[in-house]
């Protein structure tokens, strides 16, 4: 049974960083890619970020304040947040089941998700 655990999220304040983990656990695919989604109260989840063992994505919104890295023998992905700004603030949630890692995915390409955790990006 697929289970993915978040942890990391918080309050920060604008310009501060925050550090969130996805353990992933009980799936037989090597060659598995997670993706991070957010969500915030009135609007749809999108993507935030993806990674596969040889690609990477972020989007533009983030791109130079947040990466993405895995480590393939803990089965964790990090998404290391800098920069934060208050349009940052939103439930994030690490998905599991992507065939590739793209930036045309939505969340119906991912069938396994973790319970989420909440980042407030506030003064």
């Known amino acids: 049974q697929v289970q993915l655990v978040e942890s990391g999220g918080g309050l920060v304040q604008p310009g501060g960083s925050l550090t969130l983990s996805c353990a992933a656990s009980?799936?037989?695919?090597?060659?598995?890619?997670i993706g991070w989604f957010r969500q915030a109260p009135g609007k749809e989840r999108e993507q935030v970020s993806c990674i596969s063992r040889s690609f990477s994505y972020l989007i533009d919104s983030v791109k130079g304040r947040f990466t993405i890295s895995r480590d393939n023998a803990k089965n964790t992905v990090t998404l290391q947040m800098n920069s934060l700004k208050p349009e940052d603030t939103a439930v994030y949630y690490c998905?599991?089941?992507?065939?590739?890692?793209?930036?045309?995915?939505?969340?119906?390409?991912?069938?396994?998700w973790g319970q989420g955790t909440l980042v407030t990006v506030s003064a």
């Open positions: 009980g799936f037989p695919n090597y060659n598995y890619v």
């Open positions: 998905a599991l089941g992507a065939p590739w890692c793209s930036d045309k995915w939505t969340w119906k390409a991912y069938d396994s």
